[in-house]
């Protein structure tokens, strides 16, 4: 729902009903965990394991969104601290 939404407002709406492919930018989904619960240091999520029935088929082509999850609580992925002042302040600050 979210890319839909962030879609509709980087297209023109008189485009949207034209018969010329318009291009969109390529959707990378990052997810940055710092919860509680344990968590790994890095989880790909896919929708399609949301999807009912699909025991069967052979490809589920049709629609799969992936998502990486990054887990950034102390000690965890210090890389990706190390290259985000704004992402090291906002932990330091919910500590």
Do not use: W
Not at 15 to 29: C, N, S, T
Not at 48 to 60: E, R
């Amino acid at each position: 729902m979210y890319i839909g939404r962030v879609y509709e407002k980087i297209i023109e709406r008189e485009k949207l009903y034209q018969k010329k492919l318009v291009k969109i930018p390529y959707p990378e989904f990052i997810v940055l965990y710092n919860g509680v619960d344990p968590f790994p240091d890095y989880k790909k999520l896919c929708l399609s394991d949301a999807f009912m029935n699909i025991k069967g088929l052979k490809s589920i082509e049709s629609l799969e969104l992936t998502a990486h999850v990054y887990n950034i609580n102390h000690g965890r992925n210090p890389q990706m601290l190390e290259k985000s002042r704004n992402l090291v302040s906002c932990l330091i600050r919910f500590e």
